[in-house]
């Protein structure tokens, strides 16, 4: 059973628009949540996180944001640049509890089109 | 060198061989993992080691042998491989256990 789903393989966005990445936890001892996101022959790259104490992290063009009540985050990227076109991963961690390593989601391809 | 390096980066064995994965840490971290990952499926942990001891392996299969003879070193050793082990496998580290990880670059093992 995935205990971190990211329901859409791909993602499709205008140069210019926001870029929204969706994430989905079933685990309630999560208390750490991190995204990275992987270029093709390249390993994944840590892009920002954020702690279950919060809601909202904000680097620049990238925001995490967490509703815990739903068990789920969201990456947005505004301004989307073509640059940004890569997978994306989101990764949960119980620092608190038993589950001591990265649970990582499948991934979203995101194309950004100029 | 910097971050995380692995060699080699492609690497094409039959069922046979014994080869070995090279994973090098320039960031003074001390715990190390080896993942698998293969088409359409997350990434799948095999081992960490944190201090150079290990402390976590996954049901991986005997025919995957890891080592961490130092914190900044960590090998995969693969002998009588199969077909389906074909993945990239990607080399990370932390500052300590758990925490958040940097990765290699991995490298993609075909299994002939």
């Known amino acids: 059973d995935q205990q971190v789903k990211q329901n859409s393989p791909s993602l499709s966005v205008q140069e210019g628009r926001i870029s929204i990445l969706n994430c989905d936890y079933t685990n309630s001892m999560f208390d750490y949540f991190l995204w990275y996101k992987k270029y093709p022959a390249e390993g994944p790259t840590f892009l920002i996180s954020?702690?279950?104490?919060?809601d909202k992290n904000e680097d620049g063009r990238f925001t995490v944001f967490l509703n815990k009540s739903a068990k789920h985050l969201s990456l947005h990227i505004v301004p989307s640049q073509p640059g940004d076109s890569a997978v994306y991963f989101c990764a949960a961690i119980a620092y608190g509890g038993s589950q001591g390593n990265l649970i990582f989601g499948k991934g979203t391809k995101l194309s950004v089109k100029p | 060198e910097t971050g995380v390096t692995q060699t080699p980066r492609h690497l094409v064995m039959g069922m046979t061989n014994k080869k070995s994965l090279k994973c090098e840490q320039h960031?003074?971290?001390?715990?190390m993992y080896w993942y698998k990952q293969s088409a359409k499926k997350p990434l799948e942990l095999m081992f960490v080691?944190?201090?150079?001891?290990?402390?976590e392996n996954n049901s991986v299969p005997s025919r995957f042998s890891p080592e961490c003879p130092n914190s900044s070193h960590l090998f995969l050793h693969l002998h009588t491989l199969q077909p389906e082990d074909s993945a990239l496998y990607l080399c990370?580290?932390?500052?300590?256990?758990?925490?958040?990880?940097?990765f290699g670059p991995g490298t993609r093992l075909t299994v002939l």
């Open positions: 960031l003074g971290h001390n715990a």
């Open positions: 990370a580290s932390s500052q300590d256990y758990p925490g958040v990880q940097f």
């Open positions: 954020i702690s279950s104490i919060k």
């Open positions: 080691y944190s201090l150079e001891e290990r402390v």
